[in-house]
């Protein structure tokens, strides 16, 4: 235990005597109610703190050698006066700066930090990110949310690394994140840390290894309307053009308003079946949610990065189970067609959700459920009234799949019910018949 001393320099306490140290190489004293190891090497005081700040071992049993300490745990490596680590998962450790009066060692026990604490989270937090480091993570979330950062800072952190570092942009990471950022408002102290914690890990995660993404520019032409960007956006993405793709969305990010941006996105994510098994109009949604958080100024990057998702997706009406034993892609197509014709039908006309409707979006025939869909609009079904029936439905199917099933039965189930749930909160952006035929 150090001693107040008026021997030492202003404000430091007296620690230990020199020669003890000397004698022992080391020695822990608490100044300021900090436990700090001293060591006494190649001629000079050290004071570190005594916990290693990678996860607590007493860094006062690490080994000393050429001006670097070691901690004995993992062996994390720390430079012996400024404390810097080699070792980027353990962070640095924090220094206390000694002078030795008359035999006697002195500490400061309050020094300076050159950073404030909450420049260091977020820089800790960057750090775990680019390096996937889960325990920074966890620490960094849990500091800056006890700085009162909340999740503010983490989210836009990682949604500003996850848009940047994969080059097939938007991924389950970032999905992943939108959804805790929903959930972190709905629940208590402990859980938020945890939600935010989840978030910034899973972009990490699904950036570890990736190359970068590279932006285009938006087309400088400022006076594209809707219609003309909307017809570009599909016909490139129709060919699998993503640069050409990026080009036009940033150029409507540049002038629209969310309503048209949601319009051109889910139009381009239906103009195949189901693309990418239910994830790219999931990740489309979870793009525009997740902004609702961050600030619709960062529109432009966020959606860029959901182009690939487009582009380079899946189409179901490729696959032989969309075709055989039904041709259900062909019934898709051919209802898509009859939308404009059906939706002006159901113009002025309120419909009232029939009983048994979502028994038969359940049924086992897909003509009849088709047609139950047609009915529906041509009686005047909202985009959103058709997408929270259709939203029950999938949601019913989970309640009453049975667990001996096997799992890739279940894949289509809960991919059923992402790809039905984004659907109905895309529908709540925009009253744009592109929604009846997600539906
Ligand atoms: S506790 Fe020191 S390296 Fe892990």
């Known amino acids: 235990m150090a001693t107040e001393s008026t ?74 006066s400024c404390g810097d680590t080699f070792d980027i998962w353990a962070d640095d450790v924090r220094t206390f700066p000694t002078a030795v009066r008359d035999g006697t060692v002195y500490v400061d026990p309050d020094p300076e930090t050159d950073v404030a604490p909450e420049v260091h989270w977020r820089n800790r937090l960057v750090d775990g990110m680019a390096e996937n480091l889960s325990l920074v993570l966890a620490k960094s979330a849990i500091h ?29 990471g970032l999905t992943t994140l939108g959804a805790m950022a929903n959930l972190y408002d709905q629940v208590d102290h402990d859980e938020k840390r945890r939600a935010m914690f989840v978030g910034v890990r899973e972009v990490a995660d699904n950036c570890a290894g990736e190359p970068p993404r590279f932006d285009q520019y938006a087309l400088d032409n400022e006076d594209l309307g809707k219609d003309r960007l909307k017809s570009w956006f599909r016909e490139t993405c129709e060919v ?28 381009a994510a239906t103009d195949h079946l ?58 898709c197509f051919d209802a898509d067609d009859d ?36 009915d529906a609009i041509r009686e005047g079904a909202t985009t959103e009234q058709l997408a929270h029936a259709v939203a029950v439905a999938a949601l019913r199917r989970v309640a009453q799949f049975a667990t001996s099933n096997e799992f890739g039965d279940w894949n289509t189930v809960h991919h059923t019910v992402s790809f039905a749930n984004a659907v109905e909160r895309l529908a709540g952006r925009t009253d744009a018949d592109d929604l009846y035929r997600a539906c």
């Open 144 to 172: 800056l949310d006890g700085l009162g950062e909340g999740f503010a800072t983490p989210l836009e952190t990682a949604v500003d690394f996850g848009t940047k570092y994969r080059a097939d942009g938007w991924g389950r």
């Open 339 to 374: 939308i404009p014709e059906l939706s002006a039908a159901g113009d002025g006309k309120a419909w009232d959700r029939p009983d048994g409707f979502v028994d038969r979006l359940l049924g086992d025939d897909p003509h009849d459920i088709d047609e139950a869909l047609r």
């Open 240 to 267: 699998r053009d993503s640069d050409g793709a990026e080009r036009c969305l940033r150029a409507a990010t540049a002038t629209l308003p969310p309503e048209d941006l949601v319009e051109i996105l889910v139009a």
């Open 7 to 80: 021997d030492g320099p202003e404000g430091y306490e007296a620690a230990t005597d020199l020669e003890s140290l000397q004698e022992e190489g080391r020695a822990v004293t608490t100044v300021g109610g900090h436990s700090v190891a001293l060591f006494h090497h190649e001629g000079e005081v050290y004071g570190v703190d005594n916990r290693c700040p990678h996860m607590g071992f007493p860094l006062s049993k690490g080994t000393v050698e050429d001006g670097l300490l070691t901690c004995h745990w993992h062996h994390a490596r720390f430079e012996l």
């Open 274 to 331: 189901y693309m990418n098994g239910s994830h790219t109009i999931d990740f489309v949604n979870k793009a525009f949610e997740t902004l609702d958080h961050v600030g619709w100024e960062r529109a432009p990057d966020v959606l860029a990065s959901t182009v690939d998702t487009i582009t380079d997706g899946s189409r179901a009406e490729e696959t032989s189970a969309w075709r055989q034993p039904v041709d259900v892609a062909e019934l």
